[in-house]
C-alpha cells in the first residue's frame, strides 16, 4: 500500500504565495518521477510540474518562472512552491507519483498513485 499525502493548500489574495507538499508513505521501494497537476472547476485536470529523480523540472507554460517544483528524496517528498499567484490559478492540486513499492524487503510494481488533491483559491 503506497498513500500520497498532501498538505499546504488555502486561500491567498492575488501577488500572495503557497507552499504545496506532498509526502509518499507506505511499501515504498523507490520513486520515480513526481509531479503536480490541477483541476479547476469544469475542466480537465491538467499538468502544473514534474520532477525527474534527478531533480530535473519541467512547467507548463502558464506557471513558468512564478512555480518551483522541488523533491526531497530521502523524505520521499515533492513541493511546489507557487509565487505571485493569480485567480487563473484557483484550483484543486493533485499530486502524482510513480512508485515502485517492496513486498517482503523485494521488489514490486511500479504503480501511478495520486493524493487527495489540496484546494488553492487565489483571490482577486
Known amino acids: 500500500q503506497v498513500q500520497l499525502v498532501e498538505s499546504g493548500g488555502g486561500l491567498v489574495q492575488a501577488g500572495g504565495s503557497l507552499r504545496l507538499s506532498c509526502a509518499a508513505r507506505g511499501n515504498i521501494f523507490s520513486i520515480k518521477d513526481m509531479g503536480w497537476y490541477r483541476q479547476a472547476p469544469g475542466k480537465q485536470r491538467d499538468l502544473v510540474a514534474t520532477?525527474?529523480?534527478?531533480?530535473?523540472?519541467k512547467y507548463a507554460e502558464s506557471v513558468k518562472g512564478r512555480f518551483t517544483i522541488s523533491r526531497d528524496n530521502a523524505k520521499n517528498t515533492v513541493y511546489l512552491q507557487m509565487n505571485s499567484l493569480k485567480p487563473d490559478d484557483t484550483a484543486i492540486y493533485y499530486c502524482n507519483a510513480a512508485v515502485e513499492s517492496t513486498i517482503f524487503g523485494l521488489r514490486g510494481q511500479v504503480g501511478d498513485y495520486w493524493g487527495q488533491g489540496t484546494q488553492v483559491t487565489v483571490s482577486s
Open positions: 520532477i525527474t529523480t534527478t531533480s530535473s523540472p
